[in-house]
């Protein structure tokens, strides 16, 4: 059973502090990792996607991911009591090679107190 | 509206009655997913289609639920006989046929059985 795993938080940080969210994955041959937002109520919203070793950067938003520890990660800095949401981090089976259905974790829930 | 498309937003039904969901994929592409969501839980993959094809439906439950992806039209999540535990979250995705790409969500479906 290919899982991803998530601390469901409630994960709380002060406005302006640096967020950081974790995942693990259990499918070692994995080579696509995606980081999705959810607001209560509202449908995932992707944020970022990693596909190689080390850090990728989209502003506010870093994702770290480390395939020898099967480890995926997102930080947010300066964060903003509008990050406050669920992180969901997801997973595409290496079965499925370069498409196919993603595996997602349950998700941390982020609060970014003002 | 370019997004993944997705009616109804919710749907009450009886149980024993009939639930149809539907989705038009964004513009341009021609996989399709539907996932579900319980309150609290994370997104449980159902099935994964191509136009008239199922590549992957291993997360259906065995019986009572159904999926399509015609030729032409919307894909339908089909649920028979519903039961209060089918109450819950279906979320849409869908992703162009080429290259490593991520899941873009439609808006979902709350279906409520009564």
């Known amino acids: 059973q290919k899982e991803v795993e998530q601390n469901s938080g409630p994960l709380s940080v002060p406005e302006g502090a640096i967020a950081s969210l974790n995942c693990t994955y259990s499918?070692?041959?994995?080579?696509?990792f995606f980081w999705y937002r959810q607001y209560s109520g509202k449908s995932p919203e992707l944020i970022m996607f990693?596909?190689?070793?080390g850090d990728k950067e989209d502003g506010r938003f870093t994702a770290q991911l480390n395939k020898a520890s099967q480890y995926v990660s997102l930080l947010i800095r300066d964060s903003q009591p509008s990050d406050s949401a669920t992180y969901l981090c997801a997973v595409r089976p290496a079965v499925r090679g370069s498409q196919g259905n993603l595996i997602f974790g349950k998700g941390t829930k982020l609060s970014v107190k003002p | 509206n370019a997004g993944v498309m997705q009616n109804p937003r919710h749907l009450v039904r009886r149980r024993g009655q009939e639930a149809r969901l539907r989705c038009s994929p964004m513009?341009?592409?021609?996989?399709v997913y539907w996932y579900r969501q319980l309150p609290e839980e994370g997104l449980k993959f159902m099935v994964y289609?191509?136009?008239?094809?199922?590549?992957?439906e291993s997360g259906m439950p065995k019986e009572r639920f159904s999926a399509e992806f015609p030729k032409e039209g919307p894909s339908i999540l089909r649920i028979q006989q519903v039961v209060r535990g089918d109450s819950a979250a279906y979320f849409c995705?869908?992703?162009?046929?080429?290259?490593?790409?991520?899941?873009?969500f439609g808006n979902g479906t709350r279906l409520t059985v009564t």
């Open positions: 289609l191509q136009k008239e094809n199922i590549i992957d």
């Open positions: 990693i596909y190689s070793n």
């Open positions: 995705a869908s992703s162009p046929s080429q290259g490593n790409s991520p899941l873009h």
């Open positions: 513009k341009g592409h021609s996989h």
């Open positions: 499918d070692r041959g994995s080579q696509s």
